[in-house]
Structures are given as C-alpha cells and as structure tokens.
C-alpha cells in the first residue's frame, strides 16, 4: 500500500472511530480511491492534499460555481471559512483546519441540517479548483 493511501486511510479511520458503530456516518470511497468523507450530523467531512489557504480559495471558487451568492472567505496558514447562500436562503458554511504542511480537513454545513447532496456536489467543485 502506498504512503499518501495508507495515510488518507488512518486519518480516516481517526476520524470515524470515535463514532463507533453509528448509524449516521457514511464513508465512502471517492473516485481516486485514496480519498473519502464522513457524513455525520449534517455536516459533510473530508481531507484535501493543500494549505488551508489554497482550500479556502478553491472553496470560493467552487461556491461561485454554483452560484452561491453572498460568498465570503477569510483564511489563514492554521484555518479558512467561507460562507454563502443558496437561492433558497439556506446558509452554506465551510470550515478549513489544517491536519498537517500539505493536508487540510474540509467541514460542510448547508442549512440548519446540512444537505448531503449539495454538500457533495460543493467538495467537488472545491476540489476541482485545487
């Protein structure tokens, strides 16, 4: 097993074990196979290989995609946050931490319950724009 898959893998595991055996988290192999995401409590969850400055801007970009509107970031080497609306007035929140040099933690609310469609559908264009 390779070094960056085998570490995708334990950050994962990390970060579901202590959810038990819950039956609200997903995980879910993403398309390169080395990547996935939890979905627990209506916020989406995911690891991307960038600063926590280069998320936050792929995560602008990417809400202007959609055309999320009211769109706002603010980053730094530690965190970012972006912020946005739907056209329906559901609040998008995305929070950045930052894991290690090179890895970042991506967190997604949309609305009071989060939205795990959209959601999906965000971290995609986010990292799309990486």
């Known amino acids: 097993m390779s070094h960056p898959l085998r ?3 334990f950050v994962l595991a ?3 074990l ?10 879910a192999a993403a398309a390169g196979g080395a990547a996935g995401y939890a979905w627990f409590r209506g916020e989406f969850q995911a690891n991307v290989d960038a600063s926590p400055k280069a998320a936050t ?7 202007r995609d959609l055309d999320i509107k009211e769109v ?12 946005g609306r739907t056209a329906l007035d559901k ?3 995305i929070t950045i931490q930052r894991l290690s040099e090179s890895t ?3 967190a997604i609310r949309v609305g009071t319950f989060g939205d795990e469609a959209l959601s999906q559908k ?3 264009k986010l990292k799309a724009r990486l």
């Open 7 to 9: 570490r995708s893998l």
């Open 14 to 16: 990390l970060a579901v």
């Open 18 to 27: 202590p959810f038990g055996a819950s039956s609200c988290i997903v995980a």
């Open 57 to 63: 801007a792929a995560a602008e970009k990417g809400l």
């Open 72 to 83: 706002k970031a603010s980053a730094t080497d530690i965190d970012g946050r972006v912020t």
């Open 91 to 93: 609040e998008v929140v």
């Open 104 to 106: 970042s933690t991506v």
């Open 122 to 124: 965000i971290f995609e």
